[in-house]
């Protein structure tokens, strides 16, 4: 089944604790995106990749850092997390990003920090 | 930057009626327009997409209009189900704006039977 997944599903954690949620796709997608949803404020891009070893900024990119290594996957790191960084995170991928392309979602990552 | 407009009311329809959502936004003219479907605690759903050139597109019980002198979007659910009962989030992509798709914030349609 074509997918994207992302773990863990659920992830309470304190303030400076360095966390990773992961990110993988079995589509052969070479674009890849995390994004952030917070009531009233929407889906706002954190990250995205064009290809391997292709990252650039989105819209919010301060306190997150991704890495593609493998065109596969696409982890978000939060080397300091920060309150302010409780949300809900989407994983998101698309054969590229060419003007008919559709995003596939993954299920989401409800991150708290305390 | 591109800003996108949905009613962040929710709309409350009765069964059987059409469910009328708008998208509207300033700045940029985008190439194209997509519609997505998200459930609580869910990832969206693609669900259509409309191009500039395109006036109207529609997928089953769903139909998307496209003005782009308006600089809106229509998104309409006929004959609507409660299991229509959703989010939906239109998505503007505009080449001046680089490789990002922009969303907006979504409408909650709630449909009663």
């Known amino acids: 089944e074509a997918q994207v997944t992302q773990n863990p599903r659920y992830l309470i954690t304190v303030t400076g604790k360095k966390l990773t949620v992961t990110c993988s796709q079995n589509?052969?997608?070479?674009?890849m995106s995390w994004y952030r949803q917070d009531p009233g404020l929407g889906l706002r891009q954190i990250y995205y990749?064009?290809?391997?070893?292709?990252?650039d900024k989105g819209d919010v990119p301060e306190g997150y850092k991704v890495s593609r290594k493998e065109k596969r996957n696409f982890p978000l790191i939060l080397e300091s997390p920060s309150p302010n960084q409780t949300s809900l995170y989407f994983c998101a991928s698309s054969t590229n990003r060419g003007p008919n392309e559709k995003l596939f979602f993954g299920s989401g990552t409800q991150l708290s920090v305390l | 930057s591109q800003k996108i407009e949905q009613n962040s009311e929710a709309l409350n329809i009765q069964e059987g009626k059409t469910a009328t959502l708008t998208c509207n936004y300033t700045?940029?003219?985008?190439?194209?327009l997509q519609w997505y479907r998200q459930d609580p605690g869910r990832g969206p759903v693609f669900l259509l997409l409309i191009r500039e050139n395109e006036k109207e597109k529609r997928k089953e019980r769903l139909k998307v209009t496209f003005d782009t002198t308006l600089k809106q979007s229509l998104f309409h659910i006929t004959a609507s189900q409660p299991a229509d009962s959703a989010t939906y989030l239109c998505?503007?992509?505009?080449?001046?704006?680089?490789?990002?798709?922009?969303f907006g914030g979504g409408t909650r349609v709630l449909v009663k039977p």
């Open positions: 700045n940029y003219s985008p190439a194209y």
């Open positions: 589509m052969n997608h070479e674009y």
């Open positions: 998505a503007l992509d505009a080449a001046a704006a680089g490789n990002k798709l922009t």
């Open positions: 990749s064009m290809n391997v070893e292709v990252t």
